[in-house]
């Protein structure tokens, strides 16, 4: 297999990505700050090649690029702690995701060899109120997350046509799964079953696109196979979209005993909204041959089942 390099190794995304490729036997690299809580991968860390380096110094990840000499790149990092409803973390966000994108690209640029970048943008990156969100859509995000994902996205795309690097961007929609952060909605939910606890909500309108992290995995898998070009923006997601309380009751369906669904209790988000969206995958289905294959139940039964086995993790 090739010789794989992952940045964010220690988030959400990138932990479950490299736990699917450490089972098969690849060859992985991972760029990891020394300050990171490794708790997501801490089992497999000794079938793991280390570099230690923070993707904002630029002489360390080029040390780090030089060592690891990948093939194939998968480029997940953000910053640490991402809080969508915190706006005080931009300038964090915009040195992980901006600054430390382009050290990364500089480096990768003079490898030598790089077969394939895979850049992992956001749904973010759109206009929240657009109905229809192709990857020619304005992007107009209504947060700093999303505008330093967007950024990103073009200095992607900038390398990409200016340089001919091999670059492809996967723009996933709102993921779920194993290793989640707890205060996201499908973690919360589970573990405040698990604890017997009151579910503090927002409202239960805001409609998403929900897709399980393990049908996204095969999406940046096809994107490092297939034969992309450079600079190709693509969608990922389950192809349509579920409410704030299908998801919560179809979790509370999956467990013992339900608690009070606390509704008004958290302040709304100005970006979400109970408009009907499309979130369009034609593209990913044309190039990369790829549908998400993972129903909103399959996956939240599934999930679900991971939290219980690893709540030890969580609770």
Same mark, same amino acid.
């Given at each position: 297999m090739s010789k794989i390099l992952i940045t964010g190794a220690t988030g959400f995304v990138g932990a479950n990505l490299a736990h699917r490729l450490v089972s098969r036997g690849a060859d992985v690299h991972i760029i990891m700050r020394?300050?990171?809580?490794?708790?997501?991968?801490?089992?497999?860390?000794?079938?793991?090649?280390?570099?230690?380096?923070?993707? $904002?110094?630029?002489?360390?990840? %080029?040390?780090?690029?030089?060592? !690891? *000499?990948?093939?194939?790149?998968? =480029?997940i990092a953000g910053p640490p702690h991402t809080l969508f409803t915190d706006q005080n973390v931009l300038t964090e966000m915009v040195v992980s995701n901006i600054l430390g994108t382009i050290y990364l690209l500089e480096a990768l640029r003079y490898s030598g060899s790089v077969e394939r970048i895979v850049n992992v943008g956001s749904v973010m990156e759109y206009d929240s109120d657009e109905a229809w969100m192709q990857e020619y859509s304005l992007l107009r995000p209504a947060n $700093?997350?999303?505008?330093?994902? %967007?950024?990103?996205?073009?200095? !992607? *795309?900038?390398?990409?046509?200016? =340089?001919?690097?091999?670059?492809?961007i996967v723009r996933p929609s709102l993921l779920y799964g194993p290793y989640e952060e707890a205060r996201r909605l499908v973690p919360a939910s589970i573990l405040a079953h698990l604890k017997q606890t009151p579910l503090k909500l927002s409202s239960p309108k805001p409609r998403k696109n929900f897709l399980f992290?393990?049908?996204?995995?095969?999406?940046?898998?096809?994107?490092?196979?297939?034969?992309?070009?450079?600079?190709?923006?693509?969608?990922?997601? %389950?192809?349509?979209?579920?409410?704030?309380?299908?998801?919560?009751?179809?979790?509370?369906?999956?467990?013992?005993?339900?608690?009070?669904?606390?509704?008004?209790?958290?302040?709304?988000?100005?970006?979400?909204?109970?408009?009907?969206?499309?979130?369009?995958?034609?593209?990913?289905?044309?190039?990369?041959?790829?549908?998400?294959?993972?129903?909103?139940?399959?996956?939240?039964?599934?999930?679900?089942?991971?939290?219980?086995?690893?709540?030890?993790?969580?609770?």
């Open positions: 020394a300050s990171s809580d490794a708790w997501r991968i801490r089992d497999i860390l000794p079938r793991l090649t280390v570099h230690k380096a923070n993707l $904002a110094d630029t002489r360390a990840v %080029a040390r780090a690029v030089k060592k !690891a *000499q990948p093939e194939i790149v998968y =480029h $700093a997350y999303g505008a330093s994902k %967007a950024s990103q996205s073009l200095f !992607a *795309q900038y390398y990409a046509r200016f =340089h001919k690097m091999p670059i492809v992290v393990e049908d996204a995995l095969d999406a940046f898998e096809r994107a490092a196979e297939c034969d992309v070009a450079p600079g190709e923006i693509i969608n990922i997601g %389950a192809g349509r979209e579920y409410s704030i309380k299908d998801v919560v009751t179809t979790v509370q369906r999956r467990m013992s005993t339900p608690v009070p669904l606390q509704w008004g209790a958290v302040e709304e988000r100005r970006w979400d909204s109970a408009r009907k969206h499309v979130y369009d995958v034609s593209k990913a289905k044309k190039i990369l041959d790829w549908k998400a294959a993972t129903t909103l139940d399959d996956g939240l039964a599934r999930t679900v089942e991971w939290f219980k086995r690893n709540r030890n993790l969580y609770l």
